[in-house]
């Protein structure tokens, strides 16, 4: 089953574009990889001009056919707020958005650990997922302090 998600990027005057992906949208699937591999607006600009299908955890990009089959189909919204609306666009179930300030925040249709109500830093977000480091044995494999394994 996919997890949808719509990927963008603010520009400086508060216009947003950016496009669709259609699997792993979850933040420990696509949002990591974009807080690690696209960071700059110049590179999600470049990723978001077609429809994705999937990004992998390397940062590749596996787009709807080869881009060149294709016109460029980049979306746009006139600001963050008609972006964080429109869910119901291609029914996705998270919203990243690289600010203008350089950070990556993420919105979330369902999700209880995400705000529904607007945009949460995606790095405090993933924090969040994280298990926490003291909770476990350093064991092989690894458990938790209750011996229940992590895997």
Same mark, same amino acid.
């Not at 997922?129 to 476990?136: D, G, I, K, V």
């Given at each position: 089953?996919?997890?949808?998600?719509?990927?963008?990027?603010?520009?400086?005057?508060?216009?947003?574009?950016?496009?669709?992906?259609?699997?792993? *949208?979850?933040?420990?699937?696509? *949002?990591?990889?974009?807080?690690?591999?696209?960071?700059?607006?110049?590179?999600?600009?470049?990723?978001?001009?077609?429809?994705?299908?999937?990004?992998?955890?390397?940062?590749?990009?596996?787009?709807?056919?080869?881009?060149?089959?294709?016109?460029?189909?980049?979306?746009?919204? *006139?600001?963050?707020?008609?972006?964080?609306?429109?869910?119901?666009?291609?029914?996705?179930?998270?919203?990243?958005?690289?600010?203008?300030?350089?950070?990556?925040?993420?919105?979330?249709?369902?999700?209880?650990?995400?705000?529904?109500?607007?945009?949460?830093?995606?790095?405090?977000?993933?924090?969040?997922?994280?298990?926490?480091?003291?909770?476990?044995?350093?064991?092989?494999?690894?458990?938790?302090?209750?011996?229940?394994?992590?895997?």
């Amino acid at each position: 089953m996919a997890t949808r998600s719509l990927i963008a990027y603010e520009t400086q005057d508060g216009v947003v574009y950016g496009n669709y992906c259609h699997w792993d *949208g979850y933040p420990s699937g696509v *949002g990591q990889v974009l807080l690690i591999n696209w960071n700059t607006p110049e590179a999600v600009e470049a990723l978001t001009q077609y429809d994705m299908a999937s990004i992998h955890e390397d940062g590749s990009v596996e787009y709807w056919g080869e881009e060149n089959d294709f016109p460029e189909n980049q979306l746009s919204w *006139g600001n963050a707020v008609e972006f964080f609306i429109d869910y119901d666009q291609l029914g996705t179930e998270y919203h990243y958005l690289l600010r203008n300030t350089g950070e990556w925040e993420v919105s979330a249709r369902w999700d209880s650990n995400i705000s529904v109500t607007g945009f949460v830093p995606l790095d405090e977000v993933l924090t969040l997922l994280r298990p926490n480091p003291e909770a476990y044995e350093s064991t092989d494999p690894p458990t938790y302090a209750n011996g229940v394994p992590l895997f």
